[in-house]
């Protein structure tokens, strides 16, 4: 089955610097990929996702890049911020035409925190 | 729109006692994933419905635990008898028919004492 490797797992930077946080996946039929943040003691929520037929995504201070080849993708947040501090999960998922997404298999997550 | 909502949000019961997780998808929503995560592991799936259906029940862990969701409405998760190991937050996600990202509703904690 899929497997998803994430990391850093922990990911320290200042306010405003730039963070990278990468995963690699092994099943080259995973074609959507999504990122989430889960503040402590809240839920994972849905910050970004791409699918396999584009290689990059923006979304103000969050993008996300995919590389099939290698088989990896990345999330990069810029000029961080405090409230940026979360545990962030990448995933990867099959979709099989004419249905919908199957099961998420995530990575193992990385704390982010940025230090004022 | 009200969002995946979960019940209880925490639940602490003995070994051998039986607990059922409810939740509520976001309306409209054909496809509805219960996920666990243990210990600050990843969280990994448990099962998929597509309406009332079992889509994909690959990730349950054995048979003590049971997932149904009548009418295609919410859902509830059962663990009968509970184990240690079974300990974990459990989370319920939700999408739409096709394409949709999936919304994660804030979990149960459950505690195995």
């Known amino acids: 089955g899929e497997n998803v490797e994430q990391h850093p797992s922990t990911l320290s930077v200042q306010e405003g610097d730039s963070a990278v946080i990468k995963c690699t996946y092994s099943?080259?039929?995973?074609?959507?990929f999504p990122w989430y943040k889960q503040e402590l003691g809240k839920r994972p929520q849905l910050i970004i996702d791409?699918?396999?037929?584009?290689g990059e995504k923006k979304d103000q201070r969050i993008a996300v890049t995919l590389n099939k080849t290698a088989k990896h993708f990345s999330l990069h947040i810029t000029e961080t911020q405090p409230e940026d501090s979360a545990v962030y999960f990448c995933a990867a998922s099959i979709r099989a035409g004419g249905t919908s997404y199957g099961k998420l298999t995530f990575g193992q997550g990385t704390i982010l925190t940025v230090h004022p | 729109e009200a969002g995946v909502t979960q019940f209880p949000s925490h639940s602490v019961i003995e070994k051998g006692q039986t607990v059922t997780l409810r939740c509520d998808p976001i309306?409209?929503?054909?496809?509805l994933y219960w996920y666990r995560r243990v210990m600050g592991k990843e969280i990994k799936f448990l099962l998929h419905f597509v309406k009332e259906s079992k889509q994909d029940e690959s990730g349950m862990p054995n048979n003590r635990f049971l997932a149904e969701r009548t009418g295609g409405t919410y859902s509830t998760l059962k663990v009968q008898p509970a184990e240690l190991e079974d300990s974990g937050v459990y989370f319920c996600?939700?999408?739409?028919?096709?394409?949709?990202?999936?919304?994660f509703g804030q979990g149960t904690r459950l505690t195995v004492v």
């Open positions: 791409i699918r396999s037929n584009v």
């Open positions: 099943d080259s039929a995973s074609n959507y």
């Open positions: 309306s409209g929503h054909d496809n």
């Open positions: 996600a939700s999408s739409q028919g096709l394409g949709g990202g999936a919304f």
